[in-house]
């Protein structure tokens, strides 16, 4: 089955420890899109890659960071500098970064502080 | 930049009778423009996207949307609803950042289909 995977479904955070959500692709696809979402506020995109091995800052980058050594894998980092970190998880893909191309999504890592 | 706006957070409506969920748009050039479906808990998914062409887009599970050039307007349509398709409805758009075009999503609708 072709798709985007991502891992875990739950994840669980102490204070002040990292945390790396993944995501896989199997789609062949360039592009790769992280983003947040909380009740009533939408998609916030957080980081975003076009090609491997270069990734750019989305609108809320601060606490997170990000690497796309493979084309297939684009995991996230939640930093202990990410001060309100639980939120739902949301990794997405495209072919490219074209303007009339769909995205599609994995199922979602949903993050809780303890 | 291009974006969307969402007007309702909520849509409600009976089993059986038509539902629509209201997006406008402000972009430059040519507005390709696209709804996702979100159920709880989960990614969203595609529903179908709006290039050129056609004013009625037809998509996914019965699902269409109406392209309104001067009014701006994507609206999501579907002549008979079912208690199934309640969930989260984004419309969205690509953003020029840099060399590309990132999705950028409203805030979503949420829709209650009532038996």
């Known amino acids: 089955d072709g798709g985007i995977t991502q891992s875990p479904k739950y994840l669980f955070r102490k204070e002040g420890q990292n945390v790396t959500l993944s995501c896989e692709q199997n789609?062949?696809?360039?592009?790769m899109y992280w983003y947040r979402q909380d009740p009533g506020q939408g998609l916030r995109l957080i980081y975003y890659?076009?090609?491997?091995?270069?990734?750019q800052k989305g609108d809320i980058a601060e606490g997170y960071s990000v690497s796309r050594e493979k084309k297939e894998s684009f995991p996230l980092t939640v930093t202990s500098a990410q001060k309100n970190p639980t939120a739902f998880y949301l990794c997405?893909?495209?072919?490219?970064?074209?303007?009339?191309?769909?995205?599609?999504f994995g199922q979602g890592t949903r993050l809780t502080v303890v | 930049a291009q974006s969307v706006a969402q007007p309702e957070d909520q849509v409600n409506v009976a089993e059986g009778n038509p539902l629509t969920v209201k997006c406008t748009y402000s972009?430059?050039?040519?507005?390709?423009l696209f709804w996702y479906v979100q159920y709880p808990n989960r990614g969203l998914q595609f529903l179908l996207k709006y290039i050129t062409g056609d004013n009625l887009v037809k998509g996914s599970y019965g699902f269409e949307a109406e392209f309104n050039k001067s009014q701006t307007s994507f609206h999501l349509k579907k002549p008979s609803a079912l208690v199934s398709d309640s969930a989260l409805y984004f419309c969205a758009v690509r953003d020029k950042a840099g060399g590309s075009y990132i999705p950028t999503f409203g805030r979503g609708t949420s829709l209650i289909v009532h038996p």
């Open positions: 890659s076009q090609i491997v091995n270069d990734f």
């Open positions: 972009v430059s050039g040519n507005p390709y």
């Open positions: 789609l062949n696809h360039d592009a």
């Open positions: 997405a893909s495209s072919l490219t970064g074209g303007v009339n191309t769909e995205a599609f």
